[in-house]
């Protein structure tokens, strides 16, 4: 039984393939490798032969990215906030007149009440000059806040006279 077996493994050595099987199988075979090399390194391909233009693109856009976020970063301050800041010390000036308002109907020395006008005089040029500003402008936004201020200022120290 052994020779037997051993006899048919050698008869079965001897076997070849049909010829033109043997082509078309050869054919397929060496196709499907072609198209899947051909799949898988394209891109990595393309990339090894445009590293420089990757590159540029990369730098480019990241240059740009942070060219944005430094403009951004070194705006003048948010103009809704220094609007609010604006309306906040125009009522507090309103609160001032209030007062001045109610000291002048006291009596008081001529020579105050004297320096008390020069003093509201300046106050109403300096709103003067604030209203006749554009506040879409944020330079002028902050001479106008400025000018504000200063009429505040002036302000307290009327109603500190009025307080004497």
């Known amino acids: 039984m052994k020779n037997n077996l051993l006899n048919n493994l050698k008869s079965l050595q001897a076997i070849e393939p049909n010829r033109d099987y043997s082509q078309k199988s050869l054919n397929l075979i060496l196709a499907e490798k072609q ?75 001529v020579s105050a009440i004297s320096e008390m006008q020069n003093d509201l005089n300046k106050a109403a040029e300096e709103l003067s000059i604030a209203k006749d500003l554009n506040a879409d402008d944020p330079q002028k936004l902050e001479e106008i806040l400025s000018r504000i201020k200063n009429t505040r200022d002036i302000l307290e120290k009327i109603n500190f006279q009025l307080g004497k």
């Open 35 to 109: 198209i899947i090399e051909k799949h898988s390194f394209v891109f990595t391909e393309w990339l090894q032969m445009h590293k420089v233009l990757v590159t540029s693109g990369v730098s480019g856009v990241l240059t740009l990215v942070l060219i944005v976020f430094i403009a951004l970063s070194y705006l003048p301050g948010n103009k809704n906030s220094m609007v609010a800041e604006a309306n906040d010390i125009n009522n507090s000036i309103q609160i001032r007149l209030d007062e001045i308002q109610y000291h002048l109907n006291r009596p008081i020395l």
